[in-house]
């Protein structure tokens, strides 16, 4: 009896074996866990089934196919490790930390567990927590560039650019090859007001990766920085007009402003749809209509950005396009007053 239900077991499993190689995974983990049922000696099978599932998108049968074989092997690794992650894909980050807390205490220098807990509490908003970790990582592993990147665009989030540069840079030394974290570097160098560092940047990677929507959009950013209008009109038209209309329109509208073509920014503003009328478009028409001599329109406009972000009320403060309406009274009453 024992050797038939091997075989047919077997036989279940070669299915199963041809439904993943369709990407039929929940089909094939379905399969798998049917023959595991009929001949359940290959406890091992269970991890399987569960991995199946984590790429089903099944994260709730994941987790209770993973506490199966816990039962038996309550500190598996790979176990542990695959119920942590069913827990982070369905946005349960403080259960994937307690599994992943759990991993740590049976191998406190498993570099992966380390990494998952400093973006579990990264997700959770614990920056503190997520730091710690991720240097941790680091620590552990001088190699692992996932940790240096994560790690400096919380320092960027917290405009602690120089740190943010050096983590940005060590990164990129082990993996050269990341779009977004050149341009991240590149960005920080902005903010820095290092221009000049930030387009060599640019300019080096845009040689490997000439048709990114995102290098474009920096250098475009980073000439209009320097006043380099014409070269920043060059890399707008090198953007596609239809797949990246949004950039190009806001970086039609940030060259306007820095050129100080205020009927130009009012026609670019008429193009944005009603749903995507923000602060910052509201704060754009005030600057705007304040320039073409508008000035009620100007306030009315300014009130209404800063009603929608606060934030907009301090960097009114110091704008120097509202120099036309700064001793309107109306201007004094909106920018400096409580909110």
Known sequence: MSSFRYTLAQNLLKCSQKFE??????????ILLISYKIYDEEKELLLKIATLEIYAKKYRRTIRIINKYLDNNPESIKALKLQSIA?????????????LRKSLKINKHDVWILYSLGSNYENTNKIRMAKTYFRKTIEADKAYSKAYFRLANIYMN??????????????????????????????????????KAAEKVLLEVKRKKASSPEI????????????????AKKMIEQLNQEKEYKLILSLKVKLALEQGF???????LREIKRKEKNAEYWYLLAISQANTRRENKAIKALRKAITMDKSMQNEAKKDTHFMMIRELVEFKHIVYSRQ
Not at 172 to 192: H, T
Not at 262 to 268: R, V
């Open 21 to 30: 190689a369709r990407n039929k995974q929940h089909l094939s983990a379905i």
């Open 87 to 99: 827990y982070k894909n369905m946005n349960e980050h403080k259960n994937a930390i307690k599994i």
């Open 158 to 195: 917290e405009e602690k650019f120089d740190l943010a540069v050096n983590l940005f840079l060590d990164g990129l030394s082990l993996k050269g090859e990341s779009v977004i974290e050149w341009v991240n570097l590149a960005l920080c160098y902005m903010k820095m007001k290092n221009n």
């Open 216 to 231: 474009l959009f920096a250098l475009s950013t980073c000439y209009i920085n320097q006043s380099k209008y014409d070269k």
């Open 262 to 268: 205020y009927e130009e920014i009012a026609n670019l």
